[in-house]
């Protein structure tokens, strides 16, 4: 079974600019879920998805979306970067939610300069 | 407000020992508790999940309990080896505080197995 697919592994990007960054879940895993990870903050929680719908949402600006597909797939997109935004994404899948274990991609290392 | 506390110095532990690290909480009442191992520059794995009824889980060299009443979670990795070498991550249920927002995690301890 393949586990969590992000991609790409490493973005550089310009203040200002946007991004998309891409997950794909393990098959037959409806819950999305995207993480940010600092060195000072640790992983704090995006959103989350399922079937299609954002149930759930940190305490992020707006800047900060995300969308799932009819696959499970999921992007979230970060407008208007800025030099906070370098950070580590996270994206973890699970069956139906927070109560049961998360599976985490790899991560997409995102600098901005 | 909501807090979790891990040990955010560096543990070191002789390989062959029992490795202890602790999970503090306040201001939550969670339903369940994980743990998480993470290397550096990959995304964290899944290790145990612990509910609120149950005081300990086993799995292998690893045991974790929860004290609902402390507040805490100990999780212990027997005969160590340097390979248990990494960062281990407590993670809460959203759920306790009245809504989703997500696993909230700890920031981790980093665990060094010296051989």
């Known amino acids: 079974k393949a586990g969590v697919t992000q991609t790409p592994r490493y973005l550089i990007k310009t203040r200002g600019q946007q991004v998309t960054l891409s997950c794909s879940p393990i098959s037959g895993h409806r819950s999305v879920s995207w993480y940010q990870q600092t060195p000072g903050q640790g992983l704090q929680f995006l959103f989350e998805?399922?079937?299609?719908?954002?149930?759930n949402k940190g305490n992020f600006p707006g800047r900060f979306s995300g969308r799932q597909f009819s696959n499970s797939r999921s992007e979230m997109n970060v407008s208007t970067l800025e030099l906070g935004d370098s950070a580590l994404y996270l994206c973890?899948?699970?069956?139906?939610?927070?109560?049961?274990?998360?599976?985490f991609g790899q991560g997409t290392r995102l600098t901005v300069v | 407000s909501q807090k979790i506390e891990q040990n955010s110095e560096a543990l070191n532990i002789q390989e062959g020992k029992t490795a202890t690290l602790t999970c503090n909480y306040t201001n939550y009442s969670p339903a369940y508790l994980q743990w998480y191992r993470q290397d550096p520059g990959r995304g964290p794995v899944f290790l145990l999940l612990i509910r609120e009824n149950e005081k300990e889980k086993r799995k292998e060299r690893l045991k974790v309990t929860f004290d609902t009443t402390l507040k805490q979670s100990l999780f212990h990795i027997t005969a160590s080896q340097p390979a248990d070498s990494a960062t281990y991550l407590c993670?809460?249920?959203?759920?306790?505080?009245?809504?989703?927002?997500?696993?909230?995690f700890g920031k981790g301890t980093h665990l060094i197995i010296q051989p």
């Open positions: 998805y399922f079937s299609e719908t954002q149930r």
């Open positions: 973890a899948s699970s069956s139906d939610g927070f109560n049961t274990e998360a599976f």
């Open positions: 993670a809460l249920d959203p759920y306790s505080g009245g809504g989703a927002d997500g696993l909230t």
